[in-house]
């Protein structure tokens, strides 16, 4: 019988933590129910139910009230534990890869864990075993097929753990109460002996009072620790940690009992998931203080400074109603600051490649999983989760992970070391964190990047440290798991929900990790195994060239080697050497001790000539030590480049970006990168918005070699009135050695209406388009819009007729169709008039399919908006309102520039173009004629007495020909201005004050 408990033991008290006087709540379970085996058979013996491999959009994540105060909290600068460059020291690639799971089912939700003899992975909804060289044992399967409480159940989230010290499986799911007649409930599966395939499971339903989102299941010694994402509203006052009696699962009893406690004190932003501390190990700690832990983050509301809390509790099986849980730490000391809230809270946050939807960081959740481990003289646990470390408009995940350490059972918990990790410009999300046997740490994560210039489709990655490595740092190279070639495909932006990393209980040093990618509209879980801790006696490399870096280099540059021992044994009196772009080689003897699995830095007497600028140098560093097991580590072949001293450039606008309802008072943020071997400060930098006034304003701030800084202007930018703006960005820097990466350009469009929401998750709309030489071949599904205006095409009004050839991955009975609009007269709404093509059919999904459409021939010329809609015609949704949501397919806006190949430059000039005169103030003035004439004019300006004052050359730069005059000299008085060719022009008159 379910027992709900409202009033039950409440103390409180004052300790002291920190510094700091706290108020200690403690409190009883808020729940107490029980549950009775039903048993199955082994999985070789039952009917497996086969994968469906059907789309599904499972349970959306819970959410509460946004509790997140705008502006609130630190840091407001560099995140302080920042680790901004990746660790040199090489490793072998993973020893084993392979897609453990194939699905739609949206998110997949990739969970696994490896067995002495099995790997064990499931995925909503369904699972699979392999044995330990990736051959599959039990082929995708629905988990229904388990059998016993898991029968007909099929909801997910599900976790698999595996318990170490008793050497047996464990799979868990939820049960949702959405359309069913059974209540909420948590469900396990326990296996009946250590082989899961063929030793049965005892499995086991606990019905609660509502939805247990996001269970992630922990060890300790007395019970199985669940912690959900349950009554966000009210975590501190129902239940959402759950104990459950581990001794009597194990057995396969009836009468296990579960145990729900709140989280007294915890603040959240809405979703959250606390973690409890989980055993990996044989060896487990004494019963009773069983550690949960969340971080809280200051910019939300009750959070006055960024810290973690633990909760201790003590469960009284003998007596379940005197069980506690209590407020037990807030670890202030050794937490730098953090910003743990993308977008206010929101789901959708990382961009991806190619215009996809934003996808979902995975913020307000301890990643999964949380790993204690016992050593000789402490015990550890390791931990991450995701932040925002720029603390500009801009976004850049990175991850935020600690070892926490107790140096006896019973003590309090303190912050060992610290780090986060984001050593370039990609985001690195969805972590999941292991500690191994001699206190090695690997890190497993997701790595997304939407620079066009080095784009990273969601990938799986991997890095980690030596335990006496220098602390924070994650010093080992970063290494692919796999390199994921599509976006996220749903209009949601789900990703994973969470990764899973797990230790092999055979040799302790050995990660698997499992975490999800994308092929197309597919969802892959790849499994990777890799270790990097020393197996051999003799062995010892060259890992990196520690100096000199790319920078302004002179001729006797002073090398220095970084050289690890990879091996179990210490090491000197080895050779070491280099070579400088396979020249003399330099050979000395590094004469020091060098301890096992570490590393050292050994300097040249030799200095090498780096001199020419411009000059990239290849650096072949090695060691020869005698009897070195592994030469394939040895040597490394390394580049230095000999930077100019002063080379800055923009490489991305970051805001504004196209919207509908952009204002007078937009925000211009811009990426600005020290491409010159000089730190480099006061900075100017630019923009422009079309042919307007450049706004000029100075970035002050010092800028590292190789590093980049985000810049928001003071001057914002007025988009308010509907169109196309070209935004320009640049900067200025006095002598810089390459001006040809000083600037960018950014297409953004204010428009009448922006249709997303559309599902094309099933393969309606637009998935190809080619225009004359616009090819897009990958389109992704996204919120079903997608702004690819920043290309264009020309259209020759002269030739009147054009084909477009697009391709859908749904047809059936005629209803995909397809219409397309260009917005002639430059207003940003696509009216009737202006619509080309009309509800044609696309009659097949996959092929190409091409269509005629043609222009006026009194189009006008320059750039135009195009906007191109598919969908099922048969759903709601008007396919021939460009404002309107279909249920499903997409909307395209591209660009496309209108030309002329029949006219002359008198006629471009004369009847064409538009001649404008604009004021910048202090007597600056812009000259501006609009005009898709392409050829080079010249530019006068004469005073009224006929005297000319400049004659020069004048380019049309994309879509205007402009020039900036400087009048401050001149004596007031009415000037005149032409522009045009030594025959003809047009001329406009301004006035010098």
């Not at 506690?324 to 600051?337: F, N, R, Y």
């Not at 970035?699 to 196309?724: C, H, P, Q, W």
């Not at 029949?902 to 202090?922: K, Q, R």
Request: aromatic content about 10%.
């Amino acid at each position: 019988m379910m027992k709900k408990l409202l009033y039950l033991l409440i103390i409180s008290f004052v300790f002291h933590l920190n510094s700091n006087a706290q108020v200690n709540q403690i409190t009883g379970p808020a729940f107490i129910d029980s549950a009775s085996v039903m048993k199955s058979g082994p999985l070789s013996k039952e009917s497996l139910i086969p994968s469906l491999k059907k789309p599904k959009l499972y349970n959306p994540r819970n959410r509460g009230i946004n509790k997140v105060v705008p502006g609130k909290g630190l840091p407001k600068t560099e995140n302080p534990a920042l680790q901004k460059k990746m660790g040199k020291i090489q490793v072998k690639s993973p020893v084993l890869t392979f897609d453990a799971a194939v699905t739609r089912s949206t998110p997949s939700d990739p969970t696994g864990a490896v067995g002495r003899d099995h790997y064990v992975n499931a995925w909503n909804s369904e699972f699979a075993i392999w044995d330990k060289q990736g051959n599959n044992i039990i082929p995708a399967s629905s988990l229904p097929s388990i059998g016993g409480a898991f029968t007909n159940e099929a909801d997910g989230d599900p976790i698999v753990f595996y318990d170490e010290s008793a050497d047996r499986f464990i799979l868990m799911q939820f049960s949702a109460e959405f359309d069913s007649p059974t209540p909420p409930a948590l469900l396990f599966a326990v296996a009946q002996g250590p082989d899961p395939v063929n030793s049965g499971w005892y499995t086991y339903r606990f019905d609660l009072e509502a939805l247990p989102d996001y269970p992630k299941i922990s060890l300790w010694r007395d019970g199985y620790y669940i912690t959900t994402n349950k009554d966000a509203l009210e975590p501190q006052g129902k239940e959402i940690v759950y104990v459950l009696e581990r001794d009597k699962m194990l057995q396969g009893a009836d009468d296990v009992r579960i145990l729900g406690f709140p989280l007294p004190g915890i603040r959240n932003n809405g979703f959250y998931s606390p973690a409890g501390f989980s055993v990996i190990g044989k060896d487990l700690p004494p019963p009773g203080n069983a550690p949960i832990i969340y971080l809280q983050d200051d910019e939300w509301a009750g959070v006055n400074q960024d810290h973690l809390k633990i909760w201790n509790i003590n469960v009284d099986w003998d007596n379940p109603g005197a069980s506690t849980i209590a407020e037990s730490q807030e670890i202030t000391s050794g937490v730098s600051p953090f910003t743990a809230t993308f977008d206010g809270g929101g789901f959708e946050n990382l961009a991806q490649p190619g215009g996809g939807v934003d996808i979902d960081a995975l913020q307000g959740a301890m990643m999964y999983m949380t790993m204690y481990r016992r050593f000789q003289n402490y015990n550890s646990v390791v931990m991450n989760f995701v932040v925002d470390v720029e603390p500009s408009a801009a976004k850049h995940a990175g991850i935020r992970w600690y070892e926490l350490r107790q140096q006896a059972d019973g003590q309090p918990w303190s912050v060992y070391q610290e780090g986060t990790y984001a050593p370039d410009g990609s985001d690195r999300f969805s972590g999941s964190i292991g500690i191994d046997i001699r206190g090695n740490i690997g890190l497993g994560f997701t790595v997304v990047n939407d620079d066009p210039r080095n784009p990273v489709f969601p990938s799986i990655r991997y890095t980690g440290r030596y335990s006496n490595d220098p602390l924070g740092v994650m010093t080992i190279e970063e290494q692919s798991i796999v390199e994921g070639q599509s976006p996220q495909p749903r209009p949601e932006g789900r990703y994973g929900d969470y990764a899973h990393l797990s230790i092999d209980p055979v040799d302790g040093i050995t990660f698997w990790h499992n975490a999800e990618y994308f092929e197309g509209s597919d969802r892959l879980n790849k499994v990777g195994v890799f270790s990097f801790s020393a197996t051999e006696g003799n062995d010892v490399g060259a890992v990196a060239l520690a100096s000199p870096q790319n920078a302004t280099l002179t001729a006797s540059e002073q090398i220095s080697i970084e050289v690890r021992n990879f091996g179990l044994n210490p090491q000197s009196g080895f050779e070491v050497s280099y070579t400088i772009n396979g020249g003399a080689t330099v050979t000395e003897t590094f004469d020091e001790i060098i301890a096992p699995e570490s590393s050292a830095t050994y300097t040249f007497e030799t200095t090498a000539d780096l001199s020419e600028v411009g000059e990239t140098y290849t650096v072949t560093i090695s060691t020869n030590l005698e009897n070195d097991a592994n030469p394939n580590n040895d040597a490394l072949d390394t580049q230095v480049k000999n930077l100019p001293p002063r080379d800055v450039g923009i490489t991305s606008i970051d805001s504004p970006f196209t919207s509908e309802g952009l204002n007078s008072t937009e925000t211009v943020t811009v990426t600005i990168e020290n491409f010159g071997g000089e730190p480099q400060q006061d900075i100017p930098v630019s923009y422009q918005v079309g042919n307007n006034s450049v706004i000029r304003e100075t970035y002050n701030n010092v800028i590292g070699v190789g590093e980049e800084a985000f810049y928001s202007f003071d001057k914002t930018a007025d988009l308010s009135a509907s169109g196309r703006y070209i935004l320009k960005a640049r900067t200025n820097l006095v002598d810089d050695f390459d001006t040809t990466n000083d600037s960018e350009t950014k297409a953004v469009l204010n428009l009448d209406c922006i249709p997303d929401g559309s599902d094309c998750s099933a393969g309606d709309g637009i998935f190809y388009f080619e225009l004359g030489e616009f090819l897009n071949e990958r389109i992704p599904c996204t919120t079903g819009y997608i702004d690819f205006s920043g290309g264009s095409t020309d259209l020759d009004r002269a030739d009147g007729t054009f084909t477009v050839t697009v391709k859908t991955n749904f047809a059936e009975d005629d209803v995909e169709k397809f219409s397309l609009w260009i917005d002639f007269n430059d207003n940003a709404v696509f009216e009737d008039e202006e619509r080309l093509i009309t509800s044609e059919i696309i009659p097949e999904a996959g092929p190409a399919f091409s269509y005629d459409f043609s222009i006026p021939a009194d189009a006008e010329l320059g750039q135009h908006l195009l906007r191109i809609r598919a969908g099922d015609t048969s759903f709601a949704g008007d396919l021939n309102d460009p404002c309107s949501q279909m249920t499903y397919g997409t909307t395209h806006d591209y660009s496309v520039n209108i030309i002329d190949s029949t006219l002359d430059v008198e006629d471009f000039v004369l009847n064409e173009a538009e001649l404008v005169v604009i004021s910048s103030g202090n007597s600056q003035y812009r000259v501006v004629m609009e005009s898709s004439f392409e050829e080079p004019l010249r530019i006068y300006v004469h005073n009224t007495l006929g005297q000319k004052l400049i004659e020069n050359q004048i380019v049309n730069d994309g879509d205007a020909y402009v020039y900036d005059l400087d009048m401050s000299y001149a004596a007031p008085g009415v000037y005149l201005v032409r522009v045009g060719t030594r025959d003809f022009g047009k001329v406009k008159r301004f006035i010098v004050k």
